[in-house]
């Protein structure tokens, strides 16, 4: 507690971390740059990888590559339309190339050049965005709250919003191996690891069910599943029993998996580190109307405004996003 | 330069202003069948084209695809008309085909396109990528000790870009020596006279701030084009100094009817003016070969 001058006495501030900071939980189990060691591991037997960062590398665990593989990584400079069209002719030439910075570039800035230079021609290039939807308290200009809206009218991408190192290390190879751009919600840093304990491994293009229950079923991708699996199991101490579906391919999208799950009387909620305008939410809703399925979904995600800067659990909170706010938020709908 | 050095030069300039001549008939042709279109720049940039197929590029009429083939990006999309145009002359598509450009299920698009047209490298169009992209192709074929090179064309216009100058800084940053660059100066954009647009003079020495080795020359001079090319090929190697070549060119070259017509960036051509084209661009050309 701290005093202040009026004497009152209030809690003390949390203060925004620094830009490295991890959105683990403490003493939550991680592994350090999953993508970076993922990317170096697949360039040992695949010599068409090439790696190129705008600025960002050691910020979006390009370095990792760059350090094992000196002279496959291109430095570009903070130059986000060179990166992508640089990106762009690398493929043309035959090499794979995985071109990083923060998704608010990828995404605000440099849209025209993936769209027509990458997406277009349908160019193996991988977009790896940093701090994707709420994962950095600097505000709007860092937050890519809207990354995945923007993204998903761009025909041939494939989108992926893994949820730990596990997904990470799991994707890249396959991301590789995809013929087309794919654009990758990048977890950096210590990166919890979540999924091991389940049976769980990642497919793009695949939703999973990730833990049965009977009386809700949360549809979530990317951070926002581990929340789903922490909330489901704070949920279970007030006797509600919940299914967990991890969608990380959120296009194409497995209408399948996801449809049969919430076609059924129990409670659907969908999570996502991203605006309810356009993300997971539309993509699920939209999907149940062109069935002809009625259900009533709660959508759990980030609304439709510039967010405030802070400390990352105290903004989580605030729009929803931490583990309580989710039980509170079931709880509320089941009472 | 030796009698034989002189008369081997003389057969090259003979070539690319024949193969440029063709060109702009080609392109003659191709706007009447839409009868308006970039016919005033094709026109412009003929020289450059016929240089860069009939001279300078080494490449597989064939085999558009062949792995050491020199590249030739065409950032300036709606520039299609002229490339097309060469790509006849140079074998690459049927000069029959020529006649579809621009209609219903065509491979020949108003704006160039890479996915509709064989020897198209890049889709160009969005204005201010080509470069971009061409780095990436520079680096890429030097990564994997391809000896070719990656010729890119820009527009005078393309310099409002800030892309174009990101590459720029990049190209040299890389040392990317295998990369030569035209651009058209034709001092004309969509709205007016690019002095009046947003002005990018200096542009010589803008490119040399640059740290590109910077030439600028008259871009319907085919001899002087064949010099440039020349120099900035020589030194041309895999990681080294990029090159620019600044082409002032004058739109509707060769048609004295358009050549003074009031400029403009979409130039619209009555039907009866296009056999009228044809014979001052035949005229003409008897004239300078003659004189």
Redesign the interface.
């Given at each position: 507690m701290t005093t202040v001058k009026d004497g009152a006495v209030r809690a003390p501030r949390l203060k925004t971390s620094a830009m490295i900071a991890s959105f683990a939980d403490p003493g939550q189990k991680t592994a350090p740059a999953p993508f970076g060691h993922a990317l170096a591991a697949l360039a040992e037997t695949d010599p068409r990888i090439v790696g190129l960062s705008a600025d960002l590398s050691k910020y979006t665990d390009m370095h990792v590559f760059a350090k094992a593989h000196p002279d496959r990584f291109f430095q570009m400079g903070m130059a986000e339309q060179l990166l992508f069209g640089t990106a762009a002719g690398m493929a043309e030439t035959g090499l794979v190339p995985f071109a990083s910075t923060y998704s608010v570039f990828a995404a605000r800035r440099a849209y025209d050049f993936i769209c027509l230079d990458i997406a277009e021609p349908n160019l193996n290039v991988n977009i790896v965005g940093g701090l994707p939807g709420l994962t950095t308290g600097y505000g709007p200009s860092h937050q890519a709250t809207e990354d995945v809206a923007i993204f998903r009218g761009m025909p041939n991408l494939t989108i992926v919003d893994p949820c730990d190192s596990l997904d990470l290390e799991q994707a890249v190879p396959q991301l590789a191996a995809h013929d087309g751009p794919t654009y990758l919600r990048l977890l950096r840093g210590n990166v919890p690891t979540v999924l091991d304990e389940y049976d769980y491994e990642f497919e793009l293009g695949k939703a999973k069910v990730v833990r049965p229950g009977n009386d809700a079923v949360f549809v979530s991708s990317g951070l926002m599943t581990m929340r789903a699996l922490q909330a489901a199991e704070a949920l279970a101490a007030h006797k509600v029993d919940v299914a967990v579906v991890h969608a990380p391919t959120l296009k194409p999208f497995d209408e399948e998996t996801v449809l049969a799950e919430l076609d059924t009387p129990r409670l659907g909620v969908t999570l996502e580190n991203h605006t309810v305008v356009g993300g997971l939410f539309e993509t699920v809703a939209s999907a149940l109307v062109r069935r002809g399925i009625t259900r009533r979904v709660v959508p759990i995600g980030l609304p439709d405004a510039f967010l405030d800067a802070g400390a990352l659990p105290t903004l989580h909170d605030r729009y929803g996003l931490s583990k309580a706010a989710i039980v509170d938020t079931v709880l509320g709908e089941l009472r | 330069m030796t009698e034989n050095a002189t008369s081997v030069r003389s057969d090259r300039v003979s070539a690319v202003r024949d193969a440029a001549q063709r060109i702009r008939h080609h392109v003659l042709d191709m706007g009447e069948v839409q009868g308006q279109g970039y016919v005033g720049q094709a026109l412009g940039v003929a020289d450059l084209l016929a240089v860069s197929y009939a001279d300078q590029l080494r490449f597989r009429a064939d085999d558009p695809h062949w792995n050491e083939r020199d590249r030739f990006l065409l950032s300036t999309g709606h520039y299609a008309i002229g490339l097309y145009a060469a790509l006849a002359e140079a074998g690459v598509i049927p000069v029959e085909e020529l006649e579809t450009y621009g209609s219903d299920d065509s491979r020949l698009p108003m704006s160039g396109?890479?996915?509709y047209t064989p020897g198209m490298?890049?889709?160009g169009?969005?204005l201010?990528?080509g470069?971009?992209?061409?780095?990436?192709?520079?680096?890429?074929?030097r990564?994997?000790a391809?000896p070719a090179r990656v010729f890119t064309f820009i527009s005078d216009g393309e310099l409002d870009e800030?892309?174009t100058w990101?590459?720029a800084?990049?190209a040299h940053?890389?040392r990317l020596g295998n990369l030569i660059v035209m651009v058209d100066m034709n001092a004309l954009q969509a709205d007016g006279k690019t002095e009046s647009v947003l002005g990018i003079e200096p542009a010589h020495e803008k490119w040399a701030s640059f740290g590109w080795f910077t030439q600028r020359v008259d871009g319907n001079d085919v001899a002087a084009l064949l010099d440039a090319f020349d120099r900035a090929a020589a030194r041309a190697e895999p990681e080294g100094t990029p090159a620019v070549i600044l082409c002032d060119t004058r739109i509707g070259r060769g048609v004295p009817l358009l050549e003074q017509r009031e400029k403009a960036h979409f130039m619209r051509i009555d039907e009866d003016e296009w056999q009228v084209c044809r014979e001052q661009l035949t005229a003409g050309y008897a004239g300078s070969v003659n004189a």
């Open positions: - | 396109m890479a996915s490298e890049i889709s169009g969005s201010g990528h470069l971009t992209v061409a780095v990436g192709i520079a680096l890429g074929l990564l994997q391809n800030g892309s990101e590459a800084m990049g940053h890389h």
